[in-house]
């Protein structure tokens, strides 16, 4: 039966990804790198330190010759600076709703202070577990993220269930062995493919949330490998 619930953040609670995106683009353009904003949408739940790595190798070659860790802290203040979040229509009294039926927890590939203070900010006295860029080695697609919030519910696999929007988020939660379901927010759906289910839009989301109860089997339907 289906016991906790485990989100992504950026763009499955919270409408962020172009403050994400933008604020990478203010800092390539004080450092001097080039950039397609795109790479960010199409990479989005890496860790930044990785995003930023990857964007930096493909417009010079090598990363060896910049601080990364000072960029990232730059990137943070910077998206704290331009950031006017946005959470999704639906979603919270969706969550406060469900709050008494299961746990909640977060896993995203944003950094510890951005998403302690997101969720503090928005869903306060919801989420029992946030794990975050910074609690893991390996971040999406690899599975350590969602493996580490298996772990720290203490429950099985088969008694969760994910909800993504990003396709390494997707690949992340299939590696560990979940049971995911995905909403398009900024790709296509065709992206998602690889999830269990893939839903039209949050409305649609929010509905299938509330169908849920104590009850139901965290994937009600042949789960894919």
């Not at 409408?15 to 989005?44: L, P, T």
């Not at 990232?72 to 600076?81: A, C, G, P, T």
């Not at 946030?130 to 893991?136: H, M, T």
Request: charged share 30%; net charge negative; proline share 5%.
């Amino acid at each position: 039966m289906l016991k906790a619930i485990i989100f992504d953040m950026d763009g499955v609670l919270v409408d962020s990804m172009s403050y994400h995106a933008q604020a990478v683009q203010n800092i390539f353009d004080q450092i001097g790198v080039k950039m397609d904003k795109q790479d960010i949408f199409e990479r989005e739940g890496e860790r930044t330190v990785d995003i930023i790595t990857y964007l930096i190798e493909k417009e010079t070659g090598d990363a060896s010759g910049y601080d990364i860790r000072d960029i990232v802290d730059r990137y943070i203040r910077e998206f704290n600076r331009i950031v006017e979040l946005k959470v999704f229509d639906g979603i919270r009294e969706c969550l406060l709703s469900m709050n008494n039926d299961f746990r909640m927890c977060v896993v995203s590939g944003s950094d510890r202070p951005i998403v302690h203070d997101i969720i503090a900010r928005e869903f306060p006295d919801i989420f029992e577990i946030l794990v975050s860029a910074d609690d893991v080695e390996r971040g999406k697609p690899h599975p350590e993220p969602y493996l580490t919030a298996v772990e720290k519910l203490g429950i099985s696999k088969d008694e969760c269930l994910v909800v993504e929007n990003a396709p390494m988020g997707v690949e992340s939660a299939k590696k560990a062995g979940l049971c995911c379901i995905a909403v398009p927010t900024y790709l296509d759906p065709e992206k998602l493919s690889k999830a269990d289910l893939v839903l039209q839009d949050h409305r649609e989301l929010v509905d299938y949330l509330l169908k849920l109860g104590p009850s139901s089997a965290a994937c009600p339907y042949s789960p894919k490998s």
